[in-house]
């Protein structure tokens, strides 16, 4: 069965200061998709950044990275020079051929606090 | 470009009684998806509709139930509520690619109380 693990519940950093959350993954399937998601206290989720598995290079989207380690199912996103509006829940998620590229498994979530 | 747009945002019930939920896509997005957020389960796909047929479904009882009509709008239903379907239910839309980049762009939200 295909798992999103997030172990970081909360995660504090420094304004300006470069924070990593950490998502794990567990699948069979040889191509999958993974996200990244941000939900601010307002309760929308805000697309941050893709990455498919076949992706030779790690994607970037202005402050956001995704370091992609395939033979360690991990993917982890980096923000730099954090802002106080980055304070909010960051969700990875995956999707599956098999299951539908529009079904997303999402993880539990790590809620980031910046600090001024 | 307007967004991805949930109505009511907020929804008071009582066990046993049913409630519809509705989403409007974002203009030329044809597949809307519904999720399930609860504090317990997390986030939880419940469904995919596209061009007026369901495409995708989770792991949800026959309880909860969509449709979607020509324009794309889509409303979700759920009878016989119980205490647990207390949660924020969230709307995505995105175009009707079926590549696993296809971004989804969610709605607000709607958050219903079972009481």
Not at chain 1, 10 to 15: C, I, L, R, S, W
Not at chain 1, 85 to 102: I, K, L, R, V, W
Request: glycine letters at 10%; a positive charge; aromatic letters at 12%.
């Amino acid at each position: 069965a295909q798992k999103i693990t997030q172990t970081q519940p909360g995660m504090f950093v420094q304004e300006k200061e470069a924070v990593t959350l950490d998502c794990t993954y567990d699948t069979s399937d040889p191509s999958y998709g993974l996200f990244w998601y941000k939900q601010p206290s307002s309760g929308e989720m805000i697309f941050l950044i893709y990455q498919g598995s076949y992706d030779q290079q790690n994607a970037t989207e202005g402050r956001y990275s995704l370091n992609f380690q395939k033979a360690r199912k991990s993917a982890n996103l980096v923000i730099s020079a954090s802002q106080l509006g980055d304070s909010a829940m960051y969700f990875c998620a995956m999707s599956y051929d098999q299951t539908g590229a529009n079904n997303l498994f999402f993880g539990t979530g790590t809620r980031l606090t910046v600090i001024p | 470009k307007a967004g991805v747009t949930q109505t009511p945002r907020y929804l008071i019930k009582t066990r046993g009684q049913q409630v519809t939920l509705s989403c409007s896509p974002i203009s030329g997005h044809r597949s809307v998806s519904w999720y399930q957020q609860t504090p317990g389960q997390g986030l939880q796909f419940l469904f995919e509709y596209f061009s007026e047929t369901q495409r995708n479904k989770g792991n949800f009882p026959g309880r909860f139930s969509g449709r979607q009509f020509s324009n794309s709008r889509s409303e979700m239903n759920v009878s016989t509520l119980e205490l647990g379907d207390s949660a924020l239910y969230l709307c995505a839309s995105s175009l009707a690619k079926r590549e696993l980049g296809n971004e989804q762009f969610f709605g607000p939200g709607t958050r219903l109380t079972v009481l």
